[in-house]
């Protein structure tokens, strides 16, 4: 999905510079530019002919047709106004704003809420992202089965029959007597029908069987995908709709994906997790209403998807003997700790170019640490194959894994298991200095929430107050924490 965006813009740029006077490449205009529509018009009366004429049949003028070319008057020249809410042109002050219709409702998923900021907002657009089959029907069909009980819901299914909804539906054993729901696919009808329901939440699934009758390209194409999300933004501002769209983002990136209609909704979240892992995480990319690094997690169980409201336990689930190439680091997502494990192997290699491969983890980042470790801590793994993983299908984008990951590294490649009430947290720097990450503290206490006795952590991170049956040791160097350990 990364490259294809780029390729897109190549072939709009080759159309409207070189071949926008081509008539074969109208499909390609009317993505890029406004739809230029050609009509003859007479100079003289003002008539208008679809084809040139020598002679104007109202006035019987010789020779003064002439070729015009205008915008292309449809409903999409309408779209661009009102996209922020209703259109109105008084200036006015921000505190004359009114406020008053804006209370966020819960989606009924505390952890749901918290990657949203706190609830859903009337009149939001919020795409719902991930691969075919990480559980974004079922979690918007929990969802929306729940809402239904206290407020008019409508769910718009394009890709799934309405048959196999309700057996899904019956199957996880939830209300089904509020939801309302519709099979269609082009938006300027569910439009007209939602403006008829007057539904306070809506729920598309998904954005790419979506179509709009004036773009000539298949639906799940760049164009019909933004164009779709922007008047479903546009009807959700002007109505105060909360509108659940649902985008799926394959690993190839066949399909535009979510990424190109981001600039245009309010919250973007990513329902993340392999499909053979019991575990979803939902993580938020953009929001326009809260922060953007929470994280919730769901277990996808039997009977849909289940909350997991103390996730740190479940990743944590180890066997009573502590083996060597595991560590325990605590990761601050958004608001709150998590305790995970990282674990890494390190083995003689037999290839000439030695593997290293990340799961959950940056690939690159696992590089600079190998070159970090050999440079300040002598131990040199050039012949040796590394693999890095993240227990429990977690990704991990903070710097403070480096010095866990270093820890476990160094444990495998010794063959020397690390203890095991031993957690460990902090950036490296490239000469080898470990530097601070930020709720240092918060972190330390969360592990001696969860019966962890000893820290090895940043020297800046050292609390000020001692803390009750923990030791914490903090490091300023590379060689330090290799000492400790
Ligand atoms: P689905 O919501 O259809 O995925 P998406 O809409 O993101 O493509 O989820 C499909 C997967 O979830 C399917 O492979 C089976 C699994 N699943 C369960 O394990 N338990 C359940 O109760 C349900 C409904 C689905
Ligand atoms: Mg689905």
């Not at 029959?161 to 309302?180: F, I």
């Amino acid at each position: 999905m990364g490259n294809q965006y780029p390729k897109f813009s190549l072939c709009i740029l080759y159309s409207t510079n070189l071949l926008s006077k081509h008539s074969n490449f109208h499909a390609f205009r009317g993505i890029t530019m406004a739809k230029v529509k050609a009509s003859y018009v007479c100079t003289d009366c003002g008539s208008e002919y679809v084809r040139w004429l020598g002679q104007c049949n109202d006035c019987k003028a010789w020779n003064t047709i002439s070729e015009f070319r205008q915008a292309k008057s449809s409903p999409r020249s309408s779209s661009f106004s009102g996209f922020a809410g209703a259109a109105g042109s008084q200036v006015q002050t921000l505190d004359a704003i009114d406020l008053t219709d804006l209370p966020r409702f819960s989606s009924g998923f505390s952890e749901f809420d918290r990657v949203l900021g706190g609830g859903i907002v009337p009149g939001s657009a919020i795409l719902i992202g991930g691969e075919p089959g990480a559980g974004k029907s079922t979690l918007l069909l929990q969802t929306m089965c729940t809402l239904a009980e206290n407020m008019e819901a409508l769910y718009i299914t394009g890709e799934e029959s309405l048959q196999q909804v309700a057996m899904r539906a019956k199957r996880l054993g939830l209300a089904t007597n509020k939801l309302k729901m519709l099979s269609e696919t082009s938006v300027e009808n569910i439009c007209l029908i939602a403006e008829k329901e007057k539904p306070k939440i809506i729920v598309i699934d998904s954005i790419q069987v979506m179509h709009m009758s004036d773009i000539q390209s298949a639906p799940g194409s760049v164009s019909q995908v933004r164009e779709t999300a922007a008047y479903l933004t546009r009807f959700a501002k002007q109505h105060h709709v909360a509108m659940l769209i649902v985008g799926h983002v394959t690993k190839d990136g066949s399909l535009a994906g979510p990424k190109v209609l981001e600039h245009c909704i309010d919250c973007s979240i990513m329902l993340e997790g392999s499909t053979d892992s019991r575990y979803r995480t939902l993580r938020g990319h953009k929001n326009r209403f809260g922060a953007v690094n929470e994280l919730g997690v769901f277990a996808m169980t039997g009977g849909g998807l289940k909350e997991v409201k103390n996730p740190s336990a479940i990743f944590l689930t180890r066997g009573e003997e502590q083996t060597p190439g595991s560590a325990v680091m605590v990761l601050w997502e958004g608001t709150r700790p998590l305790l995970v494990e990282i674990q890494a192997l390190v083995d003689h290699s037999a290839l000439g170019n030695p593997r290293r491969i990340a799961v959950g983890a940056d690939q690159n980042r696992l590089s600079m640490l190998l070159a970090i470790l050999n440079r300040h801590g002598g131990l040199q793994m050039n012949d040796q194959d590394v693999f890095v993983n993240v227990v429990g299908g977690i990704k991990v984008a903070e710097t403070s894994i480096d010095l866990a990951l270093i820890l476990a590294l160094v444990s495998s490649f010794r063959d020397n298991a690390l203890p095991q009430e031993l957690v460990v947290f902090g950036e490296v720097g490239l000469s080898g200095e470990i530097r601070p990450v930020p709720s240092g503290q918060e972190r330390i206490n969360e592990a001696a929430k969860h019966g962890f006795k000893k820290a090895i952590v940043p020297f800046n991170n050292m609390p000020k107050d001692k803390i009750e049956g923990m030791e914490v040791i903090g490091v300023k160097k590379l060689s330090e924490a290799l000492e400790v350990m």
